[in-house]
């Protein structure tokens, strides 16, 4: 038995924005109210914290199987308890790809072994992510698949994706395209404009990710299909998604807080490789759009994209490095710094772009603060101090865009169907 004392909970699911105590029993939720005794129970004093709903990180890379060197599941699960989170979705792009049930049943295996967050594999839309020939879909949804999707790539050929939107709308699952056309963004490592002429590098235009989304948008139209774009990283993306949510389509979309929090401008000439990413940082402009977007609920999740390297493979020229950031563990941190400057965020909003809207889309069982529910929760300290360096990240890989910063606000206790997986 847990008591989770004098919290302030929030959770917009329940019209809950209150300090109260948490009782938890045999792993869900006994009682929420003000002023439990109980005497048997292992209390957590969470005065002056908040508490939310187990937090879910709905697009991480966790390389497991066979790149093992970047991260494995273990040490992916430790670094996700860390940043807060009690549930992810692992991408596909793992190798071999996760494309037939088995690999879809090995990670979740796997997970529930390591015992520190709940794994929902993303499964591929097409084998080996090749955009060639239909994946084992069906085979995917028994095996317990939470989306489908060929993150790292687009799918190229607009008739493979509308078969695989046709496909997956015989099921209960959303199609999570990354948008890029790659005879636009071609041998691009940063945004085409000011920044590759600047740094004299080739340009991935934000063309490369709108001519898809729009693409996809009609596919999703057409097909009847839920869709989600990953990681948005342009103004006229967004603009794209609004039209296609005010039309009534089942689009929804994510973004990252490499694209939110920094922009092309940050890549000076000490060429920090780990501010390579795919899609690239962006300018200013569509960054303060995409901030714009989450507040008024256009932005349905925060996501990190965590996208764990080797030093071998960031310790290089620009050009030649890897794509991609750490992030599950500067999400949480980065977003109530946000909050805690600007005020413009409050956590009712919060709760819906990490714990309501990612489990809706990935189609998981909701979990909220009420009696009854399995008791996942996150308590966050407003005002703990992070600093961002290689012996704080958890991860296997130190590829962080954000090391050296120091953020205010963290996760200080973690727990997982009634099981702490994470105190400070
Ligand atoms: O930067 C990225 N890295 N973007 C992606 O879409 C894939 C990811 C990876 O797998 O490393």
Redesign the pocket.
């Known amino acids: 038995m847990l008591l989770l004392k004098g919290g302030h909970a929030h959770d917009p699911q329940i019209d809950l924005d209150d300090v109260i105590d948490i009782l938890i029993v045999d792993g869900n939720i006994a009682r929420a109210e003000k002023n439990i005794d109980e005497p048997d129970a292992q209390v957590v004093d969470c005065t002056g914290l908040e508490i939310t709903p187990g937090l879910v990180d709905m697009h991480v890379?966790f390389r497991d199987p066979g790149l093992e060197y970047k991260e494995d599941i273990a040490t992916g699960s430790a670094a996700a308890a860390h940043g807060g989170f009690t549930d992810v979705a692992t991408m596909p792009?793992t190798d071999p790809v996760c494309d037939t049930g088995a690999s879809v049943a090995y990670q979740r295996a796997r997970g529930e072994e390591v015992g520190l967050v709940n794994i929902h594999p993303i499964g591929a839309l097409t084998r080996e992510e090749k955009g060639e020939s239909l994946a084992e879909i069906g085979d995917m949804v028994l095996a317990g698949a939470a989306g489908f999707s060929d993150?790292?790539h687009g799918v190229q050929s607009a008739s493979m994706m509308r078969t695989c939107m046709k496909y997956v709308s015989q099921f209960d699952r959303t199609v999570i395209a990354?948008c890029e056309v790659d005879d636009l963004s071609g041998k691009g490592v940063v945004n085409a404009g000011r920044a590759s002429t600047r740094l004299g590098m080739f340009g991935w235009p934000g063309l490369a990710e709108e001519a898809e989304v729009a693409r996809d948008i009609a596919l999703s139209r057409s097909t009847g299909c839920p869709l989600h774009i990953a990681h948005i990283s342009t103004k006229r993306s967004l603009e794209l998604v609004r039209e296609a949510k005010k039309e009534g389509l089942l689009v929804t979309c994510e973004v990252t807080p490499l694209h939110l929090f920094l922009t092309e401008d940050d890549i000076t000439d000490t060429y920090n490789t780990n501010l390579k990413?795919?899609p690239p940082l962006r300018t200013k402009e569509d960054a303060e759009a995409l901030l714009e977007g989450v507040l008024d609920g256009t932005i349905d999740a925060v996501v990190s994209?965590h996208?764990p390297?080797a030093a071998h493979e960031k310790d290089c020229e620009f050009e030649l490095a890897?794509?991609?950031s750490v992030g599950l563990e500067t999400t949480v941190p980065l977003l109530l710094s946000y909050m805690a400057k600007k005020k413009l965020l409050d956590f009712a909003r919060f709760v819906e772009l990490l714990a309501i809207n990612p489990r809706a889309i990935l189609r998981l069982r909701p979990v909220t603060l009420a009696p009854g529910s399995v008791a996942s929760i996150t308590v966050l300290d407003s005002q703990k101090k992070v600093t961002v360096d290689t012996e704080y990240l958890q991860s296997k890989s130190k590829n962080s865009a954000f090391l050296g910063s120091t953020l205010q606000g963290a996760a200080v206790t973690v727990i997982k169907d009634g099981v702490i997986t994470y105190q400070s």
Do not use: I, L, S
């Open positions: 890379h792009n993150d790292g990354h990413v795919n994209d996208a390297h890897a794509f991609g």
